[in-house]
C-alpha cells in the first residue's frame, strides 16, 4: 500500500499528501476558529457602542440555550450580549466586531482571486508549479501557524487579520497548483495505461505491425501515445503548444466505441482520484478539529485557545507538506505536451534554450491577465460553449452548496436555539460523513456504469432536498395541517441532515473537481482550474446576501429555503444541459488564437 517504487505511484501519493495537509486549514480554522478568533481579537480590543468607553472584555458572556456554557470553543459563536454592541477602531471607522471577521474574510476572496488569475499561467509551465505550490504553502502554513505568537492584547494585533488573509490566499493559490496535476495524474493511472495498451496492441493486430514504416503517420501517433504514457516530459515542454496533441489518448483513426471506451474509464479515473483526495483531506480535518477541541475545551475557549487551534492547523499543514515535495514531480508534468521545434515556434516558450523566448516572472503575469481577457471573450467561449456553460452551472451550485451550509447552521442556532457544542459536533459529523460519501459514490458509479455527469446531477438533486425539506416546516407548524412532525423543527433532526448533507457534499467537491477536468484543454490545468476557483470564489457574497436581505424582510429566516431550492435547481438544469461528448471533442480540436 505504501510502497512507492514507480514514478506513478510518488506522483500520486505526493499529490493526496497535499490534499491531507492543506484541507486540515479549511476545517479546523477557515470555516470554524478562524472567524471565532478574529471576532475575539476585535472583541479583546473593542468598546460598547454607543458611548465606547467601558470595554467590551469587561461584559460577561450569555450562556447560551440548554446546558451551554461560555466555555467550550465554539460558544464564542453565540455569547455575545444581545443588548451591548461591541464595536472597534479599525483607522478611522469604528465597526462590529463581528463584521470584522467578514470583512477580513472578503478581502481575502477578493485578494485570492486577484492571485490565480495571475499565477494561472506561471503554474502551467511544468517547472513552475510546484515551486508555486510549495511557496504558497509554506506561506499559508507560516501565516496560520503565527497566530501562535500573536497575543490579542498586543498592539499589533491587527497583524490578525493580515495573517488572516495571507492564510486564505495562499490555501486558495496552491490547491489552484494542486488541481493542475490532477488530469496528468488520471491519465497515467494503471487502468488508465492499460487499456491504452490493450487498443494499441488490438489496432496493431488488425492493422499490421506497430513498428511500421516511419512516415506512416498512424504508426506514429500510436507510438507517440505509448512513449507520452511511460515517459516523464522535459523542463523544455512548452506551456501552451500551438497545436495540442492527444497524447495518452487512442489516435485520431480509432473507432468511436475504442474512444469512448478510454474516455469512460479516464473519466472514472479522475473522479476516483479526486474523490480519493477529498475522502483523506476530510479525515485530515477531521482528526486534528477533535485533537484541537481538547486544549480549547479544557481552557475554556481563551483566545489563546482558539489561536493555539489555528496554529495547530499551520504545523499540520506544514508536516504533511513534506511528503508533497518530494514526491510531487517538478520538471515533468503531464504528458503529452512535448512537441518539435516546428511546432511549438515563436509563440511557446520552455524557460530556457537558445533562440527561445525569455520567460520573465513580471511578464507572466501581466500575459495572464491579458489571457483571462481574451479567454472571455465570445469568440472563445462559443469554442468551448460546454466548458462555460459548466462554470455556470458551478457558479451557482458552489455558492448554494456553501450557503446551504451557512443557512442551515444558523437557523439551528436562531431557530432551534441549538448550543455551540452541538453546532461543534454536526462540524465535525458533516466532514465525517463527507469521508463516506466521497468513497461510496465511485463504488455507485462503477456498480450501476454511471457517467460523471449523471452522478453529480444526482448530487446536485440530493443536496437540494435539504432546504426542500425545511420549507416543509411551514406545513408542519401550521395549526390548520395534517401533518405536524418533520420540516427541520427539533434538533435531532439537524444531526440527520448533517449525515446526509455531509455524504452529499463530499462527494459533490470530488466529482465536480473531476468533471470538469474533462472539459480543459491541455496542457493549461491551471490556468482552467484559476478560473474554476474564480467563478467558486466570486459567487461567494450572492447567497449569504440574498439570505440575509429575506432573513431581514420577513423576520424569518427559513424562508431562504425556497431561494436555495431555486438557486439549485437552476443550476442542476444548466448542468444537465452540458454536452460531455462535445466538450471533449471541442477541447482536443481546440486551439488558442488570441495571441498569450
Known amino acids: 500500500m505504501l510502497s512507492i517504487s514507480s514514478p506513478y505511484k510518488k506522483k500520486l501519493y505526493g499529490w493526496l499528501s497535499y490534499a491531507f495537509a492543506s484541507e486540515v486549514f479549511v476545517i479546523v480554522s477557515l470555516t470554524l476558529f478562524l472567524p471565532i478568533c478574529l471576532e475575539q481579537f476585535a472583541r479583546d480590543n473593542g468598546y460598547l457602542a454607543p458611548d465606547r468607553t467601558e470595554?467590551?472584555?469587561?461584559?460577561?458572556?450569555?450562556?447560551?440555550?440548554?446546558?451551554?456554557?461560555?466555555?467550550?470553543?465554539?460558544?464564542?459563536?453565540?455569547?455575545?450580549?444581545?443588548?451591548?454592541?461591541?464595536?472597534?477602531?479599525?483607522?478611522?471607522?469604528?465597526?462590529?466586531?463581528?463584521?470584522?471577521?467578514?470583512?477580513?474574510?472578503?478581502?481575502?476572496?477578493?485578494?485570492?482571486?486577484?492571485?490565480?488569475?495571475?499565477?494561472?499561467?506561471?503554474?502551467?509551465?511544468?517547472?513552475?508549479?510546484?515551486?508555486?505550490?510549495?511557496?504558497?504553502?509554506?506561506?499559508?502554513?507560516?501565516?496560520?501557524?503565527?497566530?501562535?505568537?500573536?497575543?490579542?492584547?498586543?498592539?499589533?494585533?491587527?497583524?490578525?487579520?493580515?495573517?488572516?488573509?495571507?492564510?486564505?490566499?495562499?490555501?486558495?493559490?496552491?490547491?489552484?497548483?494542486?488541481?493542475?496535476?490532477?488530469?496528468?495524474?488520471?491519465?497515467?493511472?494503471?487502468?488508465?495505461?492499460?487499456?491504452?495498451?490493450?487498443?494499441?496492441?488490438?489496432?496493431?493486430?488488425?492493422?499490421?505491425?506497430?513498428?511500421?514504416?516511419?512516415?506512416?503517420?498512424?504508426?506514429?501517433?500510436?507510438?507517440?501515445?505509448?512513449?507520452?504514457?511511460?515517459?516523464?516530459?522535459?523542463?523544455?515542454?512548452?506551456?501552451?503548444?500551438?497545436?495540442?496533441?492527444?497524447?495518452?489518448?487512442?489516435?485520431?483513426?480509432?473507432?468511436?466505441?475504442?474512444?469512448?471506451?478510454?474516455?469512460?474509464?479516464?473519466?472514472?479515473?479522475?473522479?476516483?482520484?479526486?474523490?480519493?483526495?477529498?475522502?483523506?483531506?476530510?479525515?485530515?480535518?477531521?482528526?486534528?478539529?477533535?485533537?484541537?477541541?481538547?486544549?480549547?475545551t479544557k481552557l475554556h475557549g481563551s483566545t489563546f485557545a482558539l489561536r493555539l487551534a489555528i496554529g495547530l492547523s499551520g504545523i499540520w499543514w506544514a508536516i504533511f507538506s513534506i511528503p508533497a515535495a518530494v514526491w510531487l514531480p517538478g520538471a515533468a508534468e503531464d504528458a503529452g505536451k512535448r512537441l518539435s521545434d516546428e511546432e511549438v515556434g515563436e509563440e511557446a516558450w520552455t524557460g530556457r534554450g537558445e533562440g527561445e523566448r525569455e520567460w520573465k516572472f513580471w511578464k507572466e503575469i501581466y500575459r495572464a491577465w491579458v489571457r483571462l481577457g481574451r479567454m472571455l471573450k465570445w469568440s472563445e467561449v462559443v469554442k468551448l460553449k460546454n466548458t462555460f456553460k459548466y462554470l455556470a452551472a458551478w457558479f451557482l451550485l458552489s455558492d448554494g452548496f456553501t450557503t446551504i451550509t451557512s443557512t442551515a447552521v444558523l437557523f439551528a442556532k436562531t431557530s432551534l436555539h441549538m448550543p455551540a457544542s452541538s453546532l461543534i459536533l454536526i462540524g465535525v459529523i458533516t466532514p465525517a460523513s463527507g469521508i463516506i460519501g466521497s468513497l461510496l459514490w465511485p463504488h455507485i458509479q462503477r456498480k450501476f456504469r454511471l457517467s460523471n455527469l449523471t452522478i453529480l446531477t444526482t448530487l446536485v438533486l440530493l443536496a437540494s432536498l435539504i432546504p426542500l425539506y425545511g420549507c416543509l416546516g411551514f406545513l408542519t407548524q401550521n395549526p390548520n395541517s395534517p401533518i405536524h412532525f418533520g420540516g427541520l423543527t427539533t434538533p435531532g433532526e439537524m444531526f440527520g441532515l448533517a449525515v446526509i448533507f455531509g455524504s452529499v457534499y463530499g462527494a459533490f467537491q470530488g466529482y465536480a473537481r473531476a468533471f470538469y477536468a474533462e472539459l480543459i484543454p491541455a496542457g493549461e490545468e491551471a490556468r482552467w482550474y484559476g478560473l474554476f476557483s474564480i467563478t467558486d470564489k466570486s459567487s461567494s457574497f450572492l447567497g449569504p446576501l440574498v439570505v440575509g436581505i429575506i432573513a431581514d424582510v420577513t423576520g424569518n429566516i427559513r424562508w431562504a429555503f425556497f431561494f436555495l431550492v431555486g438557486m439549485v435547481w437552476v443550476g442542476a438544469g444548466i448542468l444537465a444541459g452540458v454536452d460531455v461528448e462535445r466538450g471533449r471533442r471541442d477541447v482536443k480540436g481546440y486551439v488558442y488564437e488570441g495571441g498569450r
Open 55 to 296: 470595554p467590551c472584555s469587561a461584559v460577561k458572556a450569555i450562556p447560551l440555550h440548554g446546558n451551554a456554557t461560555a466555555g467550550a470553543a465554539g460558544d464564542k459563536m453565540g455569547t455575545l450580549a444581545d443588548a451591548e454592541r461591541c464595536e472597534v477602531k479599525i483607522g478611522w471607522a469604528w465597526i462590529d466586531t463581528a463584521s470584522f471577521s467578514l470583512y477580513v474574510y472578503s478581502i481575502s476572496v477578493a485578494l485570492q482571486a486577484l492571485t490565480v488569475i495571475s499565477m494561472g499561467g506561471i503554474a502551467d509551465h511544468p517547472p513552475h508549479r510546484k515551486k508555486l505550490l510549495l511557496l504558497f504553502a509554506a506561506l499559508g502554513s507560516a501565516s496560520a501557524t503565527l497566530f501562535l505568537l500573536l497575543p490579542s492584547d498586543s498592539s499589533v494585533w491587527h497583524l490578525s487579520a493580515l495573517l488572516a488573509m495571507f492564510a486564505n490566499v495562499s490555501f486558495g493559490a496552491s490547491v489552484v497548483a494542486m488541481n493542475a496535476y490532477l488530469p496528468g495524474l488520471a491519465k497515467e493511472s494503471p487502468e488508465v495505461v492499460e487499456l491504452l495498451q490493450e487498443t494499441v496492441q488490438d489496432e496493431g493486430d488488425e492493422s499490421g505491425p506497430i513498428t511500421g514504416a516511419p512516415d506512416d503517420e498512424y504508426t506514429r501517433d500510436i507510438n507517440h501515445s505509448l512513449d507520452s504514457t511511460i515517459e516523464s516530459e522535459s523542463s523544455e515542454a512548452p506551456l501552451i503548444p500551438r497545436h495540442p496533441p492527444e497524447s495518452h489518448s487512442p489516435t485520431a483513426s480509432s473507432s468511436p466505441d475504442t474512444r469512448n471506451k478510454y474516455d469512460t474509464a479516464l473519466s472514472r479515473a479522475t473522479s476516483r482520484i479526486s474523490s480519493l483526495g477529498i475522502a483523506m483531506g476530510y479525515a485530515a480535518g477531521i482528526f486534528l478539529l477533535i485533537v484541537a477541541l481538547v486544549p480549547v
